[in-house]
């Protein structure tokens, strides 16, 4: 066969599958060489389909073959088989036998092939073998004799991939069909061309009755693009108002949102132009302003939006772009849509510098399996997922993941790094050589971004946009944000210098060092406070109960101290680091390299925000108990104490309790929230769990900022209701701690302020994961937030009757 055409960096290709099968007899197809084995939809059994066999026998003999020798029995599949086997038998028939058969023989062999609508993709594989061969076929045989396949075929046509499967020829619009700028097309008059291609043409025009500008997409009545494209009403995506048919001109009008500040290619080509010192927000706005100037038209002389945009640094501008173009690919996501063509060329600016998204044209469900062939992969080469690449390459297609979601925040990651830097992440080919093939390109995507590349970061580059880059970029998608949403808020963290600094401390500070120290500080930050109010609880109840008490009876209760402390101590610590397990294990583990599940990671996440929480209840719930066990000691020993002296018991206990549960509770949340939490935010994603947990958290740090008060209150009510007498040893000890309760509700309290503005910025960043539509449901589940609809496919062929 020919050796295949390059495309250029930036040339959207796609390819198509070689069958197309009804629902109830899909099967995992193959090209040749590649796996032939399908599943059953019923049974769930593996069966093999004869491709393989058949290729072998082609190869080996290089003869024709009887195709009934190679279908399986089972009548459900057998069918998609023969559709398998017909697809390399055109081949090999016409590009290696010399011996060609056409489609009717097949028919007139198989008569099982007109049981149900003939797949456009047969139908073009026979053209494109024909015309490989050297043939003079031309598309409107195949547009005419196949009249119900014949909107697939053109789009087939249209979206080949040049050198896979032979480059695909122009379907200019009818002779009859001559555009041009003054003219009147029903309700609107064209002003002026904005583009055009091999199979459409765009003017800008003026839709007469509405006396607004639109834009006006002209081209063959083929494919579901206005379908696709009018179900998708985002503010970050170009939108389709109407389509008009004119029969006559054998055309149609797509009528679409007029976007006129240009493209991100725009700006891509000034951010090279421009040194990386001088690069800010304005460099966005300048950019719209000259497409604005070449076109005639006039910027707007107040814009809140410009306004932002120009006060933001360049990498600030990067992230708030693609914080607007990750909710745009959540909300097409979540009506089932791919874009599968990410690129700068495709994203237009509005004159207030708002990105949209625009040409869906290969997009069509929301999830596309390569080794099933149930959908097109496609896109260009430059921005394309490895996945997307192997799916166009022949020796990677038959292993190649499925593409969704992923791949386009591939390409998004891809793009914005690009706007970024001014080069892309990868050297897909020497400068001045030939393009790569997408699987030289596949090869080079497998070794990540290139170093010379990261060396082009901008020195204000902060270290949060540059991991979001970074996991965006990852070679295997289960390593990539795994949904626009969860995109949308890390491009929203980046935007917080709060939040992002949290999350993405400087090498070497002090948040980076104390990080490495969780276990011992858990420790010390339960075990000192709870060692102070033990030692005031015994020498307070010592001068006032202890010591009136015989001396046989101060002993045992020396003794249940002993034993008591003991006991607790051991048990509480026990208790605290298996509670808290979580949060000191899997921070640890990260930072060794290791992998952890999401969910591993949600629920450490959620067991960092609660360290304090679950370490001061496991302590507050062990002096609970002593609280009992004592005075029964003390019945026991003593046979009962004075019933005053169970008021100072009491307040003893209740001052120990506080400080308990205040000091180490604070202390804990401030070092979670400061050094532990963060770590994990930066290796997972941020859900709608984290938000609900972050302002759980927010209310239960003002109510232990009441414990913490009422230790000194309680210090001033035993002054004033216990009876100590002035100038005894019990009276010093409560002015002690009225004194040190105050000093230390002072620190406590600057620790609140802290740990309230951390968990307020971190708070922002959830809400600000979903620009429309998405932020009012950051509290629901995730399995009752925005419903996904059913994913679009193209409507099966029907039989032509040929």
Not at 246 to 269: A, H, I, S
Request: aromatic share 8%; proline share 8%; hydrophobic share 45%.
């Amino acid at each position: 066969m020919d050796e295949p055409v390059r495309p250029t960096s930036d040339e959207t290709i796609a390819s198509g599958p070689l069958t197309q099968v009804a629902p109830d007899t899909a099967l995992h197809g193959s090209s040749i060489g590649s796996d032939t084995t399908g599943t059953h939809p019923e049974s769930g059994l593996v069966v093999d389909t004869g491709v393989r066999r058949l290729v072998a026998d082609w190869e080996t003999t290089r003869s024709p073959s009887d195709l009934t020798d190679y279908l399986p029995d089972a009548a459900a599949i057998r069918r998609a088989a023969l559709i398998d086997l017909i697809m390399v038998d055109l081949e090999y028939r016409w590009l290696r036998g010399g011996q060609p058969k056409r489609i009717a023989d097949y028919c007139r062999e198989f008569p099982e092939l007109l049981a149900e609508p003939l797949p456009p993709e047969l139908v073009y594989e026979e053209f494109r073998v024909r015309r490989a061969s050297g043939a003079g076929v031309e598309p409107s045989e195949y547009l005419i004799g196949f009249p119900l396949q014949a909107d697939r075929f053109e789009w087939l046509l249209e979206h080949d991939l040049p050198g896979h499967r032979g480059a695909p020829v122009p379907i200019e619009l009818p002779e009859n069909t001559e555009f041009a700028a003054g003219q009147q097309l029903d309700d609107f008059e064209l002003v002026a061309e904005l583009g055009h291609g091999a199979f459409a043409r765009v003017f800008l025009a003026r839709q007469l009755s509405m006396q607004r500008p639109v834009a006006l997409k002209i081209s063959r009545n083929v494919g579901t693009e206005p379908q696709t494209l009018a179900q998708l009403d985002h503010p970050y995506i170009v939108r389709v108002f109407d389509q008009r048919l004119f029969e006559d001109r054998q055309v149609r009008v797509l009528v679409m949102e007029y976007v006129p500040g240009g493209t991100l290619l725009d700006v891509v080509k000034l951010v090279r132009a421009t040194p990386p010192e001088l690069r800010s927000g304005q460099l966005l706005i300048e950019s719209i302003d000259k497409v604005l100037a070449r076109k005639g038209e006039v910027r707007p002389s107040e814009s809140s939006v410009r306004a932002e945009i120009a006060a933001l640094s360049w990498p600030e501008t990067v992230a708030w772009i693609g914080m607007r173009l990750a909710d745009a690919l959540e909300y097409a996501c979540a009506h089932g849509v791919l874009h599968r063509d990410i690129k700068p060329a495709n994203v237009l600016l509005s004159v207030e510098g708002v990105p949209k998204l625009a040409d869906f044209n290969v997009s069509s469900s929301d999830s596309v399996d390569p080794a099933g062939r149930s959908g097109f992969v496609g896109g260009s080469v430059a921005y394309m997922a490895p996945e997307q690449l192997a799916a166009v390459s022949p020796e990677w297609a038959a292993g190649a993941a499925p593409v969704d979601t992923r791949s386009d925040i591939y390409a998004l990651g891809v793009m914005l790094w690009e706007l970024l830097t001014g080069v892309r992440p990868f050297e897909d080919a020497p400068a001045g050589g030939p393009q790569a093939s997408p699987g030289d390109v596949l090869a080079i995507r497998r070794r990540g971004v290139d170093p010379a590349a990261r060396t082009r970061l901008p020195a204000d580059c902060p270290a949060a946009l540059r991991r979001v880059l970074m996991t965006s970029l990852a070679f295997e998608p289960a390593d990539r944000w795994s949904s626009g949403r969860k995109l949308a808020r890390q491009f929203a963290l980046c935007l917080d210098p709060h939040a992002r600094d949290l999350v993405d401390p400087r090498p070497g500070s002090w948040r980076s060092t104390l990080s490495r120290w969780s276990l011992p500080i858990l420790l010390a930050a339960i075990g000192i406070p709870n060692l102070l109010a033990a030692g005031y609880n015994y020498y307070y109840n010592r001068v006032l109960i202890i010591s009136d008490l015989s001396p046989e009876a101060q002993d045992h209760l020396e003794q249940v101290h002993l034993l008591v402390g003991g006991l607790a101590f051991p048990l509480g610590a026990f208790l605290i680091l298996y509670w808290c397990r979580l949060a000191l294990s899997v921070p640890r583990g990260l930072r060794r390299g290791r992998r952890y599940e999401p969910e591993t990671l949600a629920r450490a996440r959620t067991a960092t925000l609660n360290l304090g929480h679950r370490a001061v209840v496991v302590a507050f719930v062990l002096w609970v108990v002593a609280g009992v066990a004592y005075p029964i000691a003390l019945q026991a020993a003593a046979g009962g104490i004075p019933s005053h002296a169970y008021s100072h018991l009491i307040a003893s206990l209740a001052v120990c309790g506080a400080v308990a549960v205040a000091y180490p509770f604070f202390i804990l949340t401030f070092y979670a929230v400061r050094c532990v939490y963060p770590i994990l935010l930066s290796h997972g994603e941020i859900g709608s769990a984290d938000g609900r947990d972050l302002r759980s958290l927010g209310r239960s740090i003002t109510r232990y900022l009441a414990v913490a008060a009422s230790v000194p209150l309680v210090g001033v009510a035993g002054l004033s209701f216990v009876g100590a007498e002035p100038g005894n040893a019990v009276n010093a000890t409560v002015r002690a701690l009225c004194i040190g309760g105050i000093l230390a509700f002072i620190g406590v309290y600057q620790l609140f302020r802290w740990v309230e503005g951390d968990l307020r910025a971190l708070t922002r960043v959830v809400s600000l994961g979903g620009s429309r539509g998405y932020a009012a449901d950051i509290d629901a589940p995730e399995s009752v937030q925005t419903p996904r609809r059913e994913p679009q496919v193209s409507p099966p062929a029907v039989p032509t009757g040929r």
